[in-house]
T-cell receptor
Framework: NAGVTQTPKFQVLKTGQSMTLQCAQD?????MSWYRQDPGMGLRLIHY???????DQGEVPNGYNVSRSTTEDFPLRLLSAAPSQTSVYFC??????????????FGQGTRLTVV | GENVEQHPSTLSVQEGDSAVIKCTYS??????FPWYKQELGKRPQLIID?????GEKKDQRIAVTLNKTAKHFSLHITETQPEDSAVYFC??????????????FGTGTLLAVQP
């Protein structure tokens, strides 16, 4: 049971490039989310999903796209990278009950630098 | 939208002392409050959570208290040990109307336990 796996662990992009951060979970969790972590600002929610085919925006969605075609995968796409998107990105998943929130399990993070 | 404020941003204590971290939330509909611990270079991990139908919850040296009227919740760590040194995040979420695990985090507290 690998839990939540993110790839890559490190990435350097040039301004204007696009890329996809991968996230996969093998716990059959319904809920998945993407956060970015910046010094002094905690973890901010980018996008989240309550099931395959269902996504919604979080606190800081601009510049990012997501899709959820399967229960296991929740990729995050940067459309045109900007230096302001330099951050550590965490994917998280949790079991969906529809009634109560449950523990969120985080991936190991992707450190992204945009130059 | 929901906003979570966390204080202090840094906290230094002597080994064996107690540590208290406080959070305030803005959305009175929030009713699930988890705390996450993040060691340097690692992923956040859940240490304790509380729901709005209880005022206090304990797990060995860790306790969380909730004051719904004031919209405050706090993390208490007793008999601190060097391995408690980490960044601690509070978060808030709603369960009414359907749980989504959409977590809004505070900005984090860096706890340093001096031997």
């Amino acid at each position: 049971n690998a839990g939540v796996t993110q790839t890559p662990k490190f990435q350097v992009l040039k301004t204007g490039q696009s890329m996809t951060l991968q996230c996969a979970q093998d716990m059959n969790h319904e809920y998945m989310s993407w956060y970015r972590q910046d010094p002094g600002m905690g973890l901010r929610l980018i996008h989240y999903s309550v099931g395959a085919g269902i996504t919604d925006q979080g606190e800081v969605p601009n510049g990012y796209n997501v899709s959820r075609s399967t229960t296991e995968d929740f990729p995050l796409r940067l459309l045109s990278a900007a230096p302001s998107q330099t951050s550590v990105y965490f994917c998280a998943s949790s079991q969906g009950t529809g009634r109560v929130n449950t523990e969120a399990f985080f991936g190991q993070g992707t450190r992204l630098t945009v130059v | 939208g929901e906003n979570v404020e966390q204080h202090p941003s840094t906290l230094s204590v002597q080994e064996g002392d107690s540590a208290v971290i406080k959070c305030t939330y803005s959305d009175s509909a929030s009713n699930y409050f988890p705390w996450y611990k993040q060691e340097l270079g690692k992923r956040p991990q859940l240490i304790i959570d509380i729901r709005s139908n209880v005022g206090e919850k304990k797990d060995q040296r860790i306790a969380v208290t909730l004051n719904k009227t004031a919209k405050h919740f706090s993390l208490h760590i007793t008999e601190t040990q060097p391995e408690d040194s980490a960044v601690y995040f509070c978060a808030a979420s709603k369960e009414w109307g359907g749980a989504t695990n959409k977590l809004i985090f505070g900005t984090g507290t860096l706890l340093a336990v001096q031997p």
